[in-house]
């Protein structure tokens, strides 16, 4: 996907309703210039239409079930008014 002149992964996404889910380690995702850099590549993506959501990934390996239960929510939210 690409959003402000970058390119960028999408760990879970769903383009055909430009929703996103990103899931956050610890390892790469606590430190300053990391969680710099994920609020400047989410605002990007967001600007380019898409609705991203985070999940920490500790909620991922140790509740699935919590974790499908947000991704449902997120798919389930109306979709943002925003437009590409």
Do not use: C, N
């Not at 996404?13 to 400047?40: F, N, T, Y």
């Not at 605002?43 to 991922?60: F, H, K, Q, T, Y």
């Not at 509740?63 to 008014?81: E, I």
């Amino acid at each position: 996907m690409e959003a402000a002149g970058r390119r960028y992964e999408i760990d879970l996404a769903w383009p055909d309703r430009d929703k996103g889910l990103e899931i956050d380690g610890k390892a790469w995702h606590s430190i300053a210039p990391d969680v710099a850099a994920d609020e400047a590549r989410q605002a990007d993506l967001e600007a380019a239409g898409w609705d991203i959501d985070r999940a920490p990934a500790s909620v991922v390996l140790t509740d699935p079930d919590a974790f499908v239960a947000q991704v449902r929510a997120h798919l389930a939210a109306p979709a943002r008014s925003m437009s590409r």
